[in-house]
């Protein structure tokens, strides 16, 4: 049990009090400064010194809207940019000649100051938002501000967290912040959950690095500008550990099933763990398995037959020596496109199955390190690293959704709007110089439908120069059958191979699968959904109480977003509820049908004003149905406001507890 005092001023597990000393001389600050994003290091050295003047109106960031790549220093101009340096070299001297070394904690209206700089201007709604990434404020929107042993010390409450990759980690995180009990269910033997079960050769990040940490674990030592995928498994590890979360985690402990017990008010789980069953009782229960957990392995005729080595990339047998092997890759999603770069110098021959080509954005430094100036600033300039990271959050707020917005007078099938016309255009001329002496390739990999319809990769160039290799061939025509050493496609012909990896994703809508989860009705969450995942807000589902889901059905992002921020959003309303259940002696809290219906209408209107929701794009965010199932269509400031203002009284049903009623 935590004791309330114990609960840290700063909420952010990499906190420093401390930062190296500055003892270079000014012609090395002065290659940091010409090398460094201006807008950060500006807000960052008015920050620390408290000199305003740091920031004035005419040097802010005007942020335009970002179509594919981002301007430098945030569309400052040339002479705005000269002078910012000016300032900022003169500020970096004033740290190393006075030993500025520790972080200058902000008032609110100071802190409302940096904001209003580095964002451009954020709205007032925006900018209590922004506060929630600011460890820099004291008492920050985000942990909670209860405790079970002041609000309800003699009430035996324990939750059960089903999974500890990313969202596990952020529930166990605020749930230990309240004090309340839990366990946590690891069906590995140890924490990451996409990161720990993807190791497939080339895995990494398709986010810039800075862009991918909770609120409360700001990182700022990164090597990589995108990281490897050992790196963010690293992270979550040192996240369990440096909040003492391991000892509340059952490794290699498989959920089976969960039945609501309404007398007792409480949820039966049943776990596996060394094939042996236990019955164990819980208050409530997150489900955290995330939903790309279910590889998605497509049957085709003959699998059986194939005598070669099969695998899912999630699941990549690295028994297997690919060296010197014909290998086939089906698919050109996103684990492809590292999978095919990461594998193309080792095989002898490489054949890519595909059904659509990807639409890519350019990242030329997607396999760099970190850069100098910037790896150097996050340890010599406090915060500074964090206030990278803020920056890359707020663009992310909307990102690229202005271009993925429906125009319901555009009759073209390959495009939404002229804005999402012109991103095409500008990517294709992109493949066409990529593809310059291959122009019958352009029908190939050109995608036929709209930019923004699916997930778009990040590029440097490797995915097209791993195609143009001699022993590398891309295949359109449809897989039809496998034969016992190759596979045939509707063409007829034969592909003879000894491996195949399937980059074809994951069950997304199969949701909690394989977990039986019965409501007190003794109806399943899969009959109940009948193959239409649905939740309000992604986490509360109707006739199933005290169940919270976390990056539950329509909460992933396309073309904007913040992975983690949707995540603690989800946590943070799951505190909330359960401090709700307490305060009001409540044994159990569910969403009404009709709240769910309104959120319903609204989420599936967004998405059908999207490129994703339209009829000629096929993609794994459309369940069986054809309904966008998992696509969250707004922007951050949609999703706070929709957890952080949940009206408990009107849009939830709250029950007493079984004594209450006695």
């Known amino acids: 049990m935590t004791d309330p005092s114990e609960v840290a001023q700063i909420d952010d597990v990499y906190w420093r009090d401390e930062y190296t000393p500055i003892t270079e001389d000014d012609v090395f600050l002065e290659r940091i400064v010409a090398e460094a994003d201006l807008p950060s290091l500006l807000t960052a050295l008015a920050a620390l010194t408290g000199d305003h003047r740091l920031i004035p109106a005419e040097l802010r960031p005007p942020l335009p809207p970002v179509d594919t ?19 900022a070299l003169s500020a970096l001297k004033r740290v190393r000649d006075e030993g500025l070394t520790r972080p200058r904690l902000l008032e609110p209206a100071e802190a409302r100051t940096m904001v209003d700089f580095i964002t451009g201007g954020a709205s007032a709604e925006d900018a209590a938002l922004m506060m929630h990434e600011l460890d820099l404020v004291a008492q920050r929107p985000g942990a909670p501000t209860w405790h079970i042993d002041e609000l ?125 069953e236990q019955y164990r009782r819980f208050h409530a229960v997150v489900a955290a398995t995330g939903q790309l957990e279910k590889p998605n392995i497509p049957e085709i005729p003959g699998q059986d037959d194939f005598g070669g080595v099969q695998m899912h990339s999630a699941r990549w047998d690295h028994d297997v020596d690919l060296t010197g092997k014909r290998v086939a890759v089906v698919g050109t999603g996103a684990s492809a496109y590292q999978i095919v770069p990461g594998i193309i110098d080792r095989v002898a021959h490489l054949e890519v199955f595909q059904r659509s080509g990807p639409w890519t954005v350019p990242a030329p430094n997607y396999h760099d390190a970190t850069p100098p100036a910037l790896a150097w600033l996050s340890e010599h300039v406090p915060y500074y690293g964090q206030w990278f990271r803020f920056q890359a959050f707020w663009g992310a707020r909307t990102g690229r959704l202005h271009t993925v917005k429906v125009d319901p007078r555009w009759d073209r099938a390959d495009s939404v709007s002229a804005t999402n016309l012109r991103v095409r255009e500008a990517l294709t001329a992109i493949m066409r110089e990529q593809w310059a002496d291959r122009p019958d390739m352009l029908d190939v990999v050109v995608p036929a439908y709209p930019p923004g319809g699916k997930r778009m990769l990040r590029d440097n160039g490797v995915w097209a120069r791993a195609l143009h290799r001699e022993h590398a061939e891309l295949v359109t025509s449809p897989i039809e059958r496998f034969t ?78 913040q992975f983690h921020f949707m995540i603690e959003c989800g946590v943070e309303f799951t505190t909330e509820a359960i401090h709700q259940m307490l305060r009001r002696g409540a044994a159990s809290l569910e969403v009404k049908q009709e709240t769910l219906d309104r959120f319903l209408a609204w989420i599936d209107q967004g998405n059908a004003e999207r490129a994703w929701g339209q009829p000629q794009v096929r993609t794994w965010y459309k369940n069986s149905r054809g309904r966008v199932s998992q696509v969250w269509p707004y922007s951050h400031l949609e999703y706070w406001k929709l957890t952080r203002g949940a009206d408990f009284d009107t849009d939830f049903t709250l029950r007493p507890r079984p004594e209450a009623t006695s």
């Open 69 to 87: 790549t981002p301007p430098a220093h945030g569309g400052m101009s040339g002479a705005a940019q000269a002078h910012a340096r000016e300032l």
């Open 152 to 276: 309800a010390p003699d009430r035996d409450f324990e939750v059960a967290v089903i999974g500890t990759g990313m969202s596990g980690i952020a529930a166990m995180y605020r749930l230990k912040q309240a004090g309340v009990r839990f366990v946590a269910f690891e069906k590995h033997p140890d924490v990451g959950g996409t990161w720990l079960a993807n190791t497939y050769p080339g895995v990494r990040l398709d986010t810039p690095t800075f862009g991918y940490s909770f609120s409360f674990a700001q990182r700022a030592d990164w090597p990589n500008a995108y990281a490897e995928g050992a790196e963010i498994e690293a992270y979550a590890v040192e996240i369990v550990d440096r909040a003492k979360l391991r000892e509340h985690i059952e490794f290699n402990t498989e959920v089976i099933s969960m039945t609501w017990d309404e007398t007792s008010a409480t949820w039966v789980v049943v776990v596996r763990r060394d094939g042996v």
């Open 484 to 561: 016992s050493d190759g596979i045939v496609t509707a063409d007829g012909e034969q592909h003879p191979v000894d491996a195949v990896v399937y980059a074809t994703g994951f069950k997304a809508s199969d949701y909690l699968d394989p977990i039986v989860v019965t409501g007190p009705s003794g109806q399943t969450l899969k009959e109940h959904w009948n193959g239409d995942a649905t939740a309000w807000a992604g986490i509360s589902v109707p006739g199933f109480p005290n169940l919270f889901l976390i990056q539950g059905p329509n909460t992933n992002y396309v073309v904007h977003g």
